[in-house]
């Protein structure tokens, strides 16, 4: 089944300490996205990558890192986790970035509470 | 200020209505525009795609654009309660998705 997956589901850590959410797509997909969801500002990205050569920061970078030593994964990394990064995580990919058309498969999301 | 506006709703109708949802936009540079559906605790899927002004059509769903007055319309025919969900809007931005807030809409029987 073509999918993105998305590691851990749920996840509540303390402030500092380091964490990864793991991405994962079957499709051999070119480019990748991270975008978080938070009540009242809806989706914004924070990273993504065209292709395993090209990362770039989105929107909301601040605080997070990114991966992309191989094409089907794309790992979010928290070094420093803080209660403002408490939030619904989606990880996103396409087969490549066009300007006429970019269906963006999105995974299931990753529910992160940082006390 | 969001690039896309999009009325968060509450939105709720009885089944067989007709819903129109909503979304304004101030970026002149999208060139294509998606609409996308989001069940409670789920990722988003895509349910609609647009590249120009006009509308499209597929089975019950219209999208309707008017890049003049950068508006972006959704319109659900004969709604259905498995209709209920969180209906996001987006044009294309640089290298990314600009998404609106999202509408929830609560279709009961």
């Known amino acids: 089944e073509a999918q993105v997956t998305q590691n851990p589901r749920y996840l509540i850590t303390v402030t500092g300490k380091k964490l990864t959410v793991t991405c994962s797509q079957n499709m051999n997909h070119e480019y990748m996205s991270w975008y978080r969801q938070d009540p009242g500002l809806g989706l914004r990205q924070i990273y993504y990558?065209?292709?395993?050569?090209?990362?770039d920061k989105g929107d909301v970078p601040e605080g997070y890192k990114v991966s992309r030593k191989e094409k089907r994964n794309f790992p979010l990394i928290l070094e420093s986790p803080s209660p403002n990064q408490t939030s619904l995580y989606f990880c996103a990919s396409s087969l490549r970035w066009t300007e006429t058309y970019n269906e963006q498969f999105f995974g299931p999301g990753t529910r992160l509470t940082v006390l | 200020q969001k690039e896309v506006e999009q009325d968060p709703g509450p939105l709720s109708v009885p089944e067989g209505a007709i819903v129109s949802l909503n979304c304004t936009y101030s970026n002149s540079a999208f060139q294509y525009f998606m609409w996308y559906r989001q069940y409670s605790r789920k990722g988003p899927e895509l349910l609609m795609y647009?590249?120009?002004?006009g509308n499209k059509e597929d089975g019950r769903f219209t999208a309707q654009v008017d890049k003049s007055s950068k508006y972006i319309s959704l319109f659900i025919r004969d709604s259905q309660p498995s209709d209920s969900a969180t209906y996001l809007c987006?044009?294309?931005?640089?290298?990314?998705?600009?998404f609106g807030k999202g509408t929830s809409l609560l279709v009961t029987p």
């Open positions: 990558s065209m292709n395993v050569e090209v990362t």
């Open positions: 987006a044009g294309n931005s640089g290298y990314a998705l600009n």
């Open positions: 647009t590249y120009s002004s």
